[in-house]
């Protein structure tokens, strides 16, 4: 499985970025999918995912302003990311997996700067 992320960049605190992920590669019935980020310094965290069946599960930090969707036609999952703030700025990573951490396989990464 291969993951292609994109949509990262500079945003101001309190501005908004939308990340978008695209799978392809040989698979079989709906896995999750989902973010990750990593901060310099710190562990990956989860940020949210989509598990199959419409359900979701998100981060504590960013529960009320990240909202991830998914389009199972297109293999692509998103997050749309709002009232973002400087504490948000991390490599974003998109994860695939069967389970429900969609943590099997992970894109390449694409980096988020909010400057306050």
């Known amino acids: 499985v291969q993951l292609q992320a994109s949509g990262g960049g500079l945003v101001q605190a309190g501005g908004s970025l939308s990340l978008s992920c695209v799978a392809s590669?040989?698979?079989?019935?709906?896995?999750?999918m989902g973010w990750y980020r990593q901060a310099p310094g710190k562990e990956r965290e989860l940020v949210a995912v989509?598990?199959?069946?419409?359900?979701?599960n998100y981060g504590d930090a960013v529960k009320g302003r990240f909202t991830i969707s998914r389009d199972n036609a297109k293999n692509t999952v998103y997050l749309q990311m709002n009232n973002l703030t400087p504490e948000d700025t991390a490599v974003y990573y998109c994860g695939w997996g069967y389970g429900i951490l969609a943590d099997d396989y992970w894109g390449q990464g694409t980096l988020v700067t909010v400057s306050s």
């Open positions: 989509a598990i199959s069946g419409g359900l979701t």
């Open positions: 590669g040989s698979t079989f019935g709906i896995p999750s």
